[in-house]
């Protein structure tokens, strides 16, 4: 039997890497920066949960509800962003999370500063899912979306992304309609960060609007550039790292912004392309080390 406590590293630990992709899929491969994406894990938690506990939608249903709602206000976004350069951007989507902050914490219909608690767990044949239960949800979730990434990054459309984050004036030439896939990336990142406030809400069963402030919209960022952005293994190994290692270095729990902080700083100025992001020092090091061994066998055939 494995510990409760494990199973919860583990659900943060699959949250944490739905929240890196989503970044991953709107930064690393759609070249918009976004420093307020807690604000759409908040609009997903806070849809679940009022569906579930005011009007007693199934969590199956409110799941997805939760992510259909966050990616409308991502579309929403996402058209105000034809119009800004990265750096209005960046500004806009960290002013969006301090609105919905706002918002949630003054409007008494989302229960203002008390948030909303009572969250009923998601049953499952008639029976209410365990700890163990919940994390392979988790798990298959984030299977799924790592699968549909993967998907997407090798198609036309990620092509098209690419296209906008190398060189948006000549992917315009060449025939690309940079509105249609921003507007697309906004769209799939907001709602995989809706899937992950779901989540979130139904496992701690109770939610408030401080749980969801502009340095969760930091840590999430952390999280993708850390790990790398352009690679799905970035932001997935990112999020693993960061969730996990905290866990055995408690001493620096009251300095955690500081050092999401510095991290970034040296991230960005020595290793731009993250811990394992393509042609990272890591990334490098083990392709020589394993072409290496390659080039040795091939002799000693």
């Not at 229960?111 to 899912?129: H, N, R, S, T």
């Not at 408690?250 to 393509?278: E, K, S, W």
Request: aromatic content about 12%; glycine content about 12%; hydrophobic content about 55%.
């Amino acid at each position: 039997m494995i510990p409760a406590y494990y199973h919860t590293i583990m659900t943060f630990t699959c949250i944490n890497i739905l929240l890196s992709l989503s970044i991953g899929v709107l930064a690393g491969y759609a070249g918009q920066v976004s420093l307020g994406h807690a604000a759409f894990m908040a609009i997903g938690a806070y849809a679940s949960a009022m569906l579930t506990v005011t009007f007693k939608v199934s969590f199956w249903l409110a799941m997805p509800a939760a992510a259909l709602v966050s990616a409308m206000v991502g579309l929403l976004l996402g058209v105000i962003a034809l119009r800004l350069k990265e750096d209005f951007l960046a500004i806009t989507t960290m002013g969006l999370n301090f609105i919905v902050i706002g918002v949630l914490l003054y409007a008494p219909y989302f229960g203002k500063a008390l948030g909303i608690g009572d969250i009923p767990v998601p049953m499952l044949f008639g029976e209410e899912m365990g700890r163990g239960m919940y994390t392979a949800l988790c798990l298959a979730l984030v299977a799924g979306v790592v699968a549909a990434v993967w998907w997407l990054q090798r198609s036309w459309i990620g092509l098209a992304w690419r296209g906008i984050r190398e060189a948006q004036d000549v992917a315009q030439v060449m025939g690309v309609n940079i509105a249609k896939f921003k507007i697309f990336a906004f769209v799939i990142s907001t709602a995989i960060a809706g899937i992950a406030g779901s989540l979130y809400a139904h496992f701690l069963l109770f939610i408030t609007p401080y749980d969801f402030g502009f340095p969760l919209s930091i840590q999430i960022l952390t999280l993708a550039v850390l790990g790398g952005l352009g690679a799905i293994r970035g932001p997935v190994l990112g999020a693993i790292l960061l969730t996990i290692l905290p866990e055995y270095l408690r001493f620096i729990q009251d300095y955690r912004m500081l050092t999401y902080g510095l991290l970034l700083v040296l991230v960005m100025m020595y290793q731009p392309q993250g811990l394992f992001g393509h042609k990272s020092f890591l990334t490098e090091g083990l392709k020589r080390l394993f072409g290496g061994e390659e080039k040795i066998r091939g002799r000693a055939a």
